[in-house]
Structure formats: structure tokens, C-alpha cells
């Protein structure tokens, strides 16, 4: 099968499965396990933060993130489609007691004047307060878009004048990176915390890590042990995220080009709704013409063709490129395509 779902389908590589093998463990809620504490030194240098802290997923993560930085009742300012919002079953409301509001956008990417109108900052007593400002990059529901960066800068700029911390669910910040030839560091500095996957394009198989301050990373570790994740002897995992940081972090533009291929091919479907010119990274969005009977039909017999993607919403479709996918596998999908549209 040529599974465009997710990056996350992605297998560890033969060097992920040796350095799991011989990893040097500990436990670590006693602090005591060196890999851990390597990968989370690597993590931190890798964003520019002063500390990291490697969690099973990201969604542990944003999770910590929002507890963090908000009290009960406080809102958070993100994008309406998030990941936040639309993938992670309310967590900011279960765990954090805190509200969302959402801001409309074309692409997921928040404006920055939308976001100062937006945070309630010195308001009445009676009123909630922004704890928080979310912002998702690359961001999935728009198609792997990209942020300016001075976009992000003054997403920042406005946040901190009213007192605002700035989250990032950065999960594919290094594509992120890729797409504009910058270090994901320079991209981190617009926000005081940052979360990103090692088990997306990096080929991870299991975890993320957590970015920012000592201080919040410490905040960070308390409320992982409340949500179940002291994960002992860790080691083991993390042994494959640093390989993953170290070696598959500058293979990722082979994806990005592989997307490209892709969605040029698939805008030769008009039916498909491809737009090339908004593919920035290793995400493909179709929206077939006929809507959501359309969409669900052509999930089942790109199946049976051999080809897996994902019914991203009921009227649209995601495929994504990783490192299994390459140019016969881009042609392939594409044969799968003008078949299944052609009948």
C-alpha cells in the first residue's frame, strides 16, 4: 500500500532500531536517564529554548502547554481550525478549565491585528482574561501552510504588550523550517513555548518535546506526572528521537518536493480542487467537486487501488508526503487518481 494518511506512518530507520537497542537507561522521574536528558538537551538547543521536556505526543504537550500558561476560565486565542480545537477533544476545557476563542482565517494563518482585538487584556472582574495565544506551524487543516516570520513577530509583539504568553504547536516546525530556509530556532523565538514531533516526518516511532524557560519546563514536568506521563525508563524512545533530530531533519525538503510532484500532477484533475500555488510544504488538500459523498467514495476506491489518504473534513481530502513516498510512489498515486476519476 502507498499510505498518504500521515507522516506519522513513518517507521524508524535501521539506525533508530540500533540506537534503541543499546540506549543507556534510567528512571526517569528520578531525572536519572541519560538519554533522556540527552535528547531533551538537543531538543532545547534545537528551537533555542533554555530547557525541553520529551512527552509521549503532542497533544500531551500543547495540553501541558495551555495548563502552564492559563488559569481557570481564561481564553485562548487560536485559529479556529487548530489542532487545538478540532483534533485533541477539548483538553484545554477538561484539563485547563480554559475556553478557546477562535479566529476565523483563509489558510490558518492568524493576523496579527486579529489577534491584538482579540486578546481581552485589563478587562472588568467580571469578564475572562487571554491567558494565551496559540499558533500552529506548519498548520495541518490549511494545508501545511507556513508563517511569515513577521507574521509571527508581531503575533509576539502584540501578545506581550498585553501580557500574553505565545504558544507553538510547532509539531512540524522543522518543515516549517525547510519551507523558508531558516533554522527552526529563528522560527521559536516568536514564541515563549514550543511543542514539536519527533514521530511526523522525523520518523520517530513515539514522542515530542516541550520547549521554553526552565521554569515553565519545570511547571511542564509536574503536570506530565498528574496526566500519566513519568514513562521510567524512556531511554529506549528517546534513543530513536535523537537519531531522528539528527539525522532526518535535513531530508525534509525531499518530502516538500515530493508534495509538489503530487499536487501538480492532481491539479491536472480539475475535479480535485488541487490549488499547487498553495502547497508549501509536505501536505496536499483536495476538495472534489460533489462534496462529501464524493470525497468518501474516492477514499474507498483509491483503497482498493492500493493508495491510502485521509478524509481530512467530510468535503475534502489530505494526502501527505514522508520519507516512504517518493517519486514512483508520487506516479503511482497519481495513476490511482486519474482511474478512480476517469470511471
Same mark, same amino acid.
Given at each position: 500500500?502507498?499510505?498518504?494518511?500521515?507522516?506519522?506512518?513513518?517507521?524508524?530507520?535501521?539506525?533508530?532500531?540500533?540506537?534503541?537497542?543499546?540506549?543507556?537507561?534510567?528512571?526517569? /522521574?528520578? +531525572?536519572?536517564?541519560?538519554?533522556?536528558?540527552?535528547?531533551?538537551?538537543?531538543?532545547?538547543?534545537?528551537?533555542?529554548? *533554555?530547557?525541553?521536556?520529551?512527552?509521549?505526543?503532542?497533544?500531551?504537550?500543547?495540553?501541558?502547554? !495551555?495548563? @502552564?500558561?492559563?488559569?481557570?476560565?481564561?481564553?485562548?486565542?487560536?485559529?479556529?481550525?487548530?489542532?487545538?480545537?478540532?483534533?485533541?477533544?477539548?483538553?484545554?476545557?477538561?484539563?485547563?478549565?480554559?475556553?478557546?476563542?477562535?479566529?476565523?482565517?483563509?489558510?490558518?494563518?492568524?493576523?496579527?491585528?486579529?489577534?491584538?482585538?482579540?486578546?481581552?487584556?485589563?478587562?472588568?472582574?467580571?469578564?475572562?482574561?487571554?491567558?494565551?495565544?496559540?499558533?500552529?506551524?506548519?498548520?495541518?487543516?490549511?494545508?501545511?501552510? /507556513?508563517?511569515?516570520?513577521?507574521?509571527?513577530?508581531?503575533?509576539?509583539?502584540?501578545?506581550?504588550? @498585553?501580557?500574553?504568553?505565545?504558544?507553538?504547536?510547532?509539531?512540524?516546525?522543522?518543515?516549517?523550517? %525547510?519551507?523558508?530556509? /531558516?533554522?527552526?530556532?529563528?522560527? %521559536?523565538?516568536?514564541?515563549?513555548? !514550543?511543542?514539536?514531533?519527533?514521530?511526523?516526518?522525523?520518523?520517530?516511532?513515539?514522542?515530542?518535546?516541550? @520547549?521554553?524557560?526552565?521554569?515553565?519546563?519545570?511547571?511542564?514536568?509536574?503536570?506530565?506526572?498528574?496526566?500519566?506521563?513519568?514513562?521510567?525508563?524512556?531511554?529506549?524512545?528517546?534513543?530513536?528521537?535523537?537519531?531522528?533530530?539528527?539525522?532526518?531533519?535535513?531530508?525534509?525538503?525531499? *518530502?516538500?518536493?515530493? %508534495?509538489?510532484?503530487?499536487?501538480?500532477?492532481?491539479?491536472?484533475?480539475?475535479?480535485?480542487?488541487?490549488?499547487?500555488?498553495?502547497?508549501?510544504?509536505?501536505?496536499? !488538500?483536495?476538495?472534489?467537486?460533489?462534496?462529501?459523498?464524493? @470525497?468518501?467514495? +474516492?477514499?474507498?476506491?483509491?483503497?482498493?487501488?492500493?493508495?491510502?489518504?485521509?478524509? +481530512?473534513?467530510?468535503?475534502?481530502?489530505?494526502?501527505?508526503?514522508?520519507?516512504?513516498?517518493?517519486?514512483?510512489?508520487?506516479?503511482?498515486?497519481?495513476?490511482?487518481?486519474?482511474? !478512480?476519476?476517469?470511471?
Amino acid at each position: 500500500m502507498i499510505d498518504l494518511r500521515s507522516d506519522t506512518v513513518t517507521l524508524p530507520t535501521d539506525a533508530m532500531r540500533a540506537a534503541m537497542a543499546r540506549a543507556e537507561v534510567g528512571d526517569d /522521574v528520578y +531525572l536519572e536517564d541519560p538519554t533522556v536528558n540527552r535528547l531533551q538537551e538537543a531538543a532545547a538547543a534545537a528551537v533555542g529554548k *533554555d530547557a525541553a521536556l520529551f512527552v509521549p505526543s503532542g497533544t500531551m504537550g500543547n495540553l501541558l502547554a !495551555v495548563k @502552564c500558561h492559563t488559569q481557570p476560565g481564561d481564553e485562548v486565542v487560536l485559529e479556529r481550525h487548530a489542532h487545538l480545537v478540532l483534533f485533541e477533544m477539548g483538553g484545554m476545557a477538561w484539563f485547563s478549565g480554559a475556553l478557546p476563542q477562535p479566529l476565523e482565517t483563509v489558510d490558518g494563518i492568524l493576523d496579527p491585528e486579529a489577534v491584538r482585538a482579540g486578546i481581552r487584556h485589563q478587562v472588568p472582574y467580571y469578564q475572562a482574561r487571554t491567558g494565551l495565544v496559540c499558533v500552529e506551524n506548519t498548520h495541518n487543516y490549511g494545508g501545511g501552510s /507556513v508563517y511569515p516570520l513577521e507574521t509571527l513577530a508581531a503575533i509576539h509583539q502584540a501578545a506581550s504588550a @498585553c501580557e500574553t504568553p505565545v504558544h507553538m504547536d510547532g509539531a512540524r516546525i522543522f518543515n516549517a523550517a %525547510a519551507a523558508q530556509g /531558516v533554522s527552526a530556532a529563528e522560527i %521559536a523565538r516568536h514564541a515563549d513555548s !514550543v511543542m514539536f514531533a519527533f514521530s511526523k516526518g522525523l520518523s520517530a516511532p513515539v514522542g515530542s518535546a516541550l @520547549c521554553g524557560t526552565r521554569e515553565f519546563v519545570e511547571r511542564a514536568r509536574r503536570v506530565r506526572r498528574v496526566v500519566g506521563g513519568g514513562m521510567r525508563q524512556a531511554g529506549v524512545l528517546a534513543a530513536a528521537a535523537l537519531v531522528a533530530l539528527e539525522q532526518m531533519v535535513e531530508r525534509l525538503a525531499e *518530502d516538500h518536493a515530493a %508534495a509538489r510532484r503530487l499536487a501538480e500532477g492532481l491539479a491536472e484533475i480539475p475535479s480535485l480542487g488541487v490549488d499547487p500555488a498553495r502547497v508549501q510544504t509536505n501536505i496536499v !488538500v483536495g476538495r472534489p467537486a460533489g462534496g462529501a459523498p464524493e @470525497c468518501a467514495r +474516492l477514499v474507498l476506491e483509491l483503497k482498493q487501488r492500493g493508495v491510502l489518504v485521509s478524509q +481530512l473534513t467530510p468535503d475534502s481530502v489530505r494526502l501527505v508526503t514522508h520519507r516512504h513516498i517518493g517519486y514512483n510512489e508520487v506516479d503511482s498515486t497519481l495513476a490511482a487518481f486519474r482511474a !478512480v476519476t476517469a470511471a
